[in-house]
Structure formats: structure tokens, C-alpha cells
């Protein structure tokens, strides 16, 4: 399953709602993985913290920074 989370404008939430998704969908027991393709690379940074604070608990989500637009494509 592919879910995007796209808009044009920034700072309407994209990043919020991708993270939120994806620790829910981790939580119901299956594999995920975010691609951040925003330049901010706000995701990006929440994983780094996310795997610093480490918590058994936490499922695992893996997360690939991608901000080149062909390599997108």
C-alpha cells in the first residue's frame, strides 16, 4: 500500500500527518517506510531523534531521505 501525503503549500501539516500514519499503521503490526522528499527534511529529523530515544516498544518505521526530484521520478 502506497499513501501520499502531498500540497503544494508549506507548513499545512504533510509531515505531522505522514509521521502520525506511519507510527499507527507500525503499531497495527506492519512493515512501513516514509519517504521524505521535503527539503526541510523534517521527518528525516524526527526519525534521528526517534532512533536516539530508542524505545523497545516503539516499532520500528525506517525512513529515506529523497529531496532530488528525478530520483523521485
Request: aromatic letters at 4%.
Given at each position: 500500500m502506497i499513501i501520499a501525503s502531498i500540497s503544494y503549500?508549506?507548513?499545512?501539516g504533510k509531515s505531522t500527518v505522514?509521521?502520525?500514519?506511519?507510527?499507527?499503521i507500525a503499531e497495527q503490526g506492519q512493515k512501513v517506510c516514509i519517504?521524505?522528499?521535503d527539503e526541510t527534511m523534517a521527518t528525516t529529523e524526527w526519525f534521528a531523534d526517534r532512533q536516539?530515544?530508542?524505545?523497545?516498544k516503539k516499532p520500528f518505521i525506517q525512513v529515506v531521505q529523497?529531496?532530488?526530484p528525478k530520483a523521485i521520478i
Open positions: 503549500k508549506g507548513g499545512v505522514a509521521r502520525n500514519m506511519a507510527v499507527y519517504i521524505d522528499a536516539e530515544n530508542e524505545d523497545k529523497m529531496t532530488d
